[in-house]
Structure formats: structure tokens, C-alpha cells
């Protein structure tokens, strides 16, 4: 994969997340999600490549644009799987809470597990967990393992959990293991990612939450040389059928990371509203700022771009 294509996708996040941006705080979900799949589509038509959506904004009867399948690109590069989310967080958003992102990852075709819109148990945390965390050993036993690898005591760890009734036994057994918890509302990307940086003082995730956003958070792991594994977690048995429908034979399955997100990775993502890992969006009277952030697996790079952006105009709402 090209590295040139870093800053060109991080201009398809930061104009997805400028123009969802202008919705913080309004409370309205589906105004700020359209903004972003309106800016975010429009923007992919300059760049370079010959993409596939496998991970999107649904199948194709359920959404208009970057829906699963839906060719990106100019057409003219190499072939590649997009797996996106342009507003990761919409309720974040809406509400002017941290954490919401505009993300999107590229690979070789193939490389992404073709995921179902179900949910996913995963855990994650940063390259001092490699090789150490485990899906199948209980809470206790993986803050144990963490702690030692790091060589620190389970109460100087942070675990980051959905806030969901779902995660009721799961916070008190945390609790009982003696680590700390970071409650948050949405945003488990961002999640995921933020265990990867020592400022945010994450050190692993834990819990239930969304499939496709599994895949984009392997994905970012990946780059970084974190650890995550995940196993389907499907609602129901229309779920179970449509995973089947795109290949997934065995709902019970441990998927590794390379599973989720293989091969040469690039992942880029755009902050929307402050956040542990990334600034969101600022106005001022001619313009906005944004801070970006790109990696690839390949090289282990991360670039932090921070840019300042110039309105020709004053966008309407």
C-alpha cells in the first residue's frame, strides 16, 4: 500500500468530522451521522485507489451511501477494503460529549473480517499486553497477567467499559479484582485506541459493544502493535443468519487480531469533539482546527497532524 495515501485518506476524516462537527451539542443524531457520510463520500472521489466498503454504514437497501459493497475511489489504484465509520459516536456527538471520531481504515483485499452489524465481546489493550491478555481467561485473571507484564499492581490499572446493564457483572468483578474503571457512554473505538497511549491513563477495554467497530479498532491496534481479540455476541437469530449470510459459520469462534484486521494496514482517524486521544473540531471566525492521526502496520508510524483549516465561505448548517 502506497504510504503516500496517509494524508489523503486523513483529508477524507477531516472533512467528514468538520462537517459533523457543526452539529455538537444540537442533540439531533441523524443530522450530525448524514453530514458525515455526505462529506465523507464526496471527499473519497479524488483519492487514488480502487475501494470496496466491507465495513459501512449498512447493507444496501439500509443506506444510500458508503454502504457495504459500494465502490470508493477514483477507481484508478491499487484494490483495497475500506472498513469506516464517519462519525463514530453519533450520540456523542449530539450530546457534545468526548470522543467521537471520524475513522476509516484500508487493507488488502480480504483482510478485514467481513463483520455483521451485531454485537462483539472483545477485549484490548496496548503493546505491553501482547501476547499476555486472553478473550477465554476471566477479568481477574487477564489484570493479573497485564499487571505483571507491566510490572505494576491491578489497582494502578484503568479498565475503559461500556456503561450498558449489560456490563453489570462484568464492572463489579473489575471492581472486586481491585483496578479502576472509566465509565463511558459510546465510543468504543476511541476506547480501544486510547489504551495504546500512556497519557490517557487506559490501559485495557473490556466489554460488549458494536462488531464492525471491533474490526476498526483491530485495525488501529494493529498499527500500534497492541492486542485485542473479539467473538460475535449476536442479538438474535436474524443476526445469527445474516452473519452466515457473509461467511461466518461459527458464531462461538475467538478471533485473533490478525483475524479481524490482517495484512498491511493504514488507519487514519479525525477527532469530532475532545477526546483522551485526539482534539475535536474548533471554529473561529474564518476557519476550524482539527488533529488527526495516521498509522500504518507495515512501519509502526504515527503521525499526529494537527491543521488549520480556511473557509472560503461561511458553510451553512
Keep these: 500500500m502506497d504510504r503516500n495515501l496517509a494524508l489523503e485518506v486523513v483529508r477524507i476524516t477531516e472533512a467528514a468530522a468538520i462537517a459533523c462537527a457543526r452539529y455538537m451539542g444540537r442533540g439531533d443524531e441523524k443530522a450530525a451521522d448524514q453530514a458525515a457520510v455526505d462529506a465523507m463520500r464526496l471527499a473519497f472521489n479524488d483519492i487514488p485507489i480502487d475501494g470496496t466498503v466491507v465495513i459501512g454504514e449498512g447493507e444496501r437497501d439500509e443506506a444510500p451511501m458508503l454502504f457495504i459493497g459500494e465502490k470508493v475511489g477514483s477507481g484508478e489504484g491499487p484494490p483495497l477494503d475500506i472498513a469506516l465509520d464517519p462519525l463514530e459516536g453519533t450520540t456523542i456527538c449530539a450530546n457534545g460529549g468526548p470522543n467521537a471520531l471520524s475513522v476509516i481504515a484500508m487493507a488488502e483485499q480480504g483482510s478485514f473480517l467481513h463483520s455483521p452489524d451485531t454485537y462483539m465481546d472483545k477485549i484490548a489493550v496496548g503493546p505491553a499486553g501482547k501476547g499476555i491478555i486472553d478473550l477465554d481467561k ?24 461500556l456503561y450498558r446493564p449489560r456490563h453489570e457483572a462484568l464492572i463489579h468483578e473489575v471492581r472486586r479484582a481491585g483496578a479502576r474503571i472509566k465509565l463511558i457512554s459510546d465510543g468504543d473505538v476511541a476506547a480501544a485506541i486510547a489504551t495504546t497511549k500512556l497519557e490517557t491513563g487506559i490501559h485495557m477495554m473490556l ?12 485495525a488501529a491496534l494493529r498499527c ?13 437469530q436474524q443476526e445469527v443468519e445474516r452473519a452466515q449470510a457473509m461467511g461466518i459459520k ?3 469462534k475467538k478471533y485473533s487480531i490478525e483475524e479481524l484486521a490482517g495484512g498491511e494496514v493504514m488507519f487514519a482517524a479525525t477527532g469530532v469533539t475532545d477526546g483522551d486521544y485526539l482534539n475535536g473540531i474548533h471554529f473561529s471566525a474564518d476557519g476550524a482546527t482539527s488533529q488527526s492521526i495516521v498509522m500504518r502496520s507495515k512501519t509502526r508510524t504515527i503521525r499526529v497532524i494537527n491543521a488549520t483549516h480556511h473557509f472560503a465561505f461561511k458553510p451553512g448548517f
Design 138 to 161: 476471566s477479568p481477574t485473571e487477564n489484570l493479573k497477567l497485564l499487571a505483571e507484564a507491566k510490572g505494576c499492581r491491578v489497582d494502578e490499572l484503568t479498565v475503559i467499559i
Design 207 to 218: 466489554g460488549i459493544g458494536g462488531s464492525p467497530e471491533g474490526v476498526l479498532a483491530a
Design 250 to 252: 461459527d458464531m462461538d
Design 224 to 236: 500500534v502493535g497492541g492486542e485485542m481479540q473479539g467473538r460475535l455476541k449476536p442479538r438474535n
